[in-house]
T-cell receptor, first 112, second 114 residues
Framework: AQSVTQLGSHVSVSEGALVLLRCNYS??????LFWYVQYPNQGLQLLLK??????LVKGINGFEAEFKKSETSFHLTKPSAHMSDAAEYFC??????????FGQGTRLTINP | KAGVTQTPRYLIKTRGQQVTLSCSPI?????VSWYQQTPGQGLQFLFE???????NKGNFPGRFSGRQFSNSRSEMNVSTLELGDSALYLC?????????????FGPGTRLTVL
């Protein structure tokens, strides 16, 4: 079964600093990978998805992720953190047509 | 286009009761999936419906059931509620049921079981 592991349940960065959220996947076949963001008391919002078209995927709000097959990774980055980026971030892999398997989530805190 | 809507947003029930949650997908979307989110177990897949048929099911007891109507709206039902069923229940819709389709999530229904 496919799965994802998010390294670090909590990441804290200063405003303006680089954001790096780590995600590693296990998959025996080319995976479909996703990053979602969840703000307090809200549902999940899609940030970006990898579907094998390009290894560097650009998403909304300045986020991007790079698919690295050799490292089985799909880390999420943003060059400059903003206070509004504070939220919980989930990496997910598609298992079957419409089943998403999520990582445990990483809570991102932005320090002023 | 309106997003995925879920009703009610908040619900309080007592152990042993049953509950029905509703989800209206984005207009034109025919696939609806349900997820349970808890602090301990994270986000877990419950089931997916497409064209009124259950296509996939997660590892949950039979107390959890769902259905989909001809207009693609979906309901999920939990019978004989337990304390551990307290969670945020998220519904997601997609255009059809292909692996490359993106799922769009609703705001969730927060269920508290006392």
């Amino acid at each position: 079964a496919q799965s994802v592991t998010q390294l670090g349940s909590h990441v804290s960065v200063s405003e303006g600093a680089l954001v790096l959220l780590r995600c590693n996947y296990s998959s025996s076949v080319p995976p479909y990978l996703f990053w979602y963001v969840q703000y307090p008391n809200q549902g999940l919002q899609l940030l970006l998805k990898y579907t094998s078209a390009a290894t560097l995927v650009k998403g909304i709000n300045g986020f991007e992720a790079e698919f690295k097959k050799s490292e089985t990774s799909f880390h999420l980055t943003k060059p400059s953190a903003h206070m509004s980026d504070a939220a919980e971030y989930f990496c997910a892999v598609r298992q079957g047509a419409q089943k998403l398997v999520f990582g445990q989530g990483t809570r991102l805190t932005i320090n002023p | 286009k309106a997003g995925v809507t879920q009703t009610p947003r908040y619900l309080i029930k007592t152990r042993g009761q049953q509950v029905t949650l509703s989800c209206s997908p984005i207009s034109g979307h025919r696939s609806v999936s349900w997820y349970q989110q808890t602090p301990g177990q994270g986000l877990q897949f419950l089931f997916e419906y497409f064209s009124e048929t259950q296509r996939n099911k997660g590892n949950f007891p039979g107390r959890f059931s769902g259905r989909q109507f001809s207009n693609s709206r979906s309901e999920m039902n939990v019978s004989t509620l337990e304390l551990g069923d307290s969670a945020l229940y998220l519904c997601a819709s997609s255009l059809v049921s292909r692996v490359e389709d993106t799922q769009y999530f609703g705001p969730g229904t927060r269920l508290t079981v006392l």
